[in-house]
């Protein structure tokens, strides 16, 4: 019997998942799923728990059963390339004949003094319920600094203004504009509904240290009851240590069919793999269907595709508060209520029919 390993219950691995299971995998092949939490987590929605609109359970989703399918909790310490094993904290490690990592991505804290010890992050469902428990315990009138306004520090300064409106909310950015990725309409839209919510944008910064409840913007102190930072990612740490091939950003380079161009039983999906886009959920639920049709064409001994086709990407949807939301679907801008609607219909056909 083979053994699929598969590092990672998130969107990437909760994907092969969906494909292989029930009726797709070869008689001869099993998989072990390793993951540090006992259920898939909607990352997506962390900015929601964080602010204290959504519940805990809201954000779970229960892995599949099947009679092959062995699911591992433990922390993940690292991967041997060369004797085919993936390390556990204080336990075994396990051998794989096949591996697909998908650990997602951390913090990136650009070497700012302090940031990675005084901010709270919503990158990790533990680190999004710290969070949540430190601005939620905040006293009415407390100042919330938010570093980074992309799509998260957006999604997290709005949520907690509907949550907490007694707060006093600081969104620091970088650019002369938010959501720099974004149309220019669309910016425009969310500063003006910030405006209209007294969420203040401080735009132009540059976060030179943080101390405990001071946030150093040009140097210039800044008083905070919480810091909150959403300004960049970098690919999971046991990813990081890996000594194989990188991009500019850390992240492994692949071939065409997304494993290592050194190994071609070790494939990386989602945020820490190489793509041509900028990671989210639905690239990486993109790449583990090519990822699952290589797998079945390799074990089947079948030829592989000369060229894969395009990961299509449908667009990008964020919210501003359960009522309001802003995106770009099919190449359009869209903003307000049906913006909102369409997010909450996602999330609601992932959570009920996925697969
Ligand atoms: C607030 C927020 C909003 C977002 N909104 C969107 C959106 O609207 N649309 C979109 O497409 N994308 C969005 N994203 C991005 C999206 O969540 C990620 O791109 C996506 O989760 C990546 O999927 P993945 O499979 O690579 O990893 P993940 O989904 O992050 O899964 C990684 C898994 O690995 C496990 N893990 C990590 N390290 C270890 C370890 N050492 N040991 C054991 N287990 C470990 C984790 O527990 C987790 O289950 C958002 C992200 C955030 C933070």
């Not at 190994?263 to 959920?281: K, Q, R, T």
Request: with cysteine; proline share 5%.
């Amino acid at each position: 019997m083979k053994n699929l390993v598969i590092l990672g219950g998130g969107y990437g691995g909760m994907r092969v998942l969906a494909r292989l299971l029930p009726n797709h995998l070869p008689e001869d092949v099993s998989i072990t799923l390793i993951d540090r939490v006992p259920y898939h987590c909607l990352k997506t929605e962390y900015y929601a728990l964080a602010a204290g609109t959504i519940s805990d359970q809201h954000v779970r989703v229960a892995y599949p059963e099947h009679p092959r399918l062995t699911i591992k909790y433990g922390e993940i310490i690292g991967v041997d390339i060369e004797k085919k094993q993936v390390l556990l904290q204080g336990e075994n490690s396990v051998s794989y004949d096949d591996l697909i990592i998908g650990l997602g991505c951390e913090d990136k804290y650009h070497n700012v003094p302090g940031a990675d010890i005084h901010t709270y992050s919503i990158q990790t469902i533990e680190k999004s319920r710290a969070t949540y428990q430190a601005l939620n315990n905040l006293t009415p009138g407390s100042v919330v600094a938010i570093v980074g306004a992309g799509l998260s520090g957006v999604e997290i300064a709005s949520e907690l203004h509907e949550s907490r409106p007694d707060l006093r909310i600081k969104l620091f950015d970088r650019g002369s504009h938010i959501l720099s990725a974004f149309p220019e309409r669309l910016s425009k839209y969310v500063e003006n509904w910030f405006d209209s919510h007294s969420v203040e944008i401080v735009s132009h910064s540059n976060i030179t240290r943080v101390e405990e409840n001071t946030l150093f913007n040009h140097d210039e102190p800044i008083s905070c009851d919480a810091i909150v930072w959403t300004a960049g990612i970098q690919p999971n740490k046991v990813v990081r240590e890996l000594n194989v091939e990188k991009d500019s950003q850390g992240r492994v380079v692949l071939t065409k069919h997304h494993n290592l161009p050194t190994d071609e039983h070790v494939y990386v999906v989602g945020d820490c793999a190489s793509l041509p886009h900028a990671p989210s959920a639905q690239l990486a639920e993109g790449q583990a269907e090519q990822i699952v049709q290589i797998l079945l064409k390799r074990w089947n001994g079948e030829e592989l595709p000369e060229e894969m086709p395009t990961i299509k990407l449908k667009g990008v949807l964020g919210s501003l508060g359960k009522k309001h939301g802003f995106g770009v679907v099919a190449e359009r801008p869209i903003t307000g209520r049906v913006a909102r609607m369409i997010k909450s219909g996602i999330l609601w056909m992932y959570k009920n029919h996925r697969g």
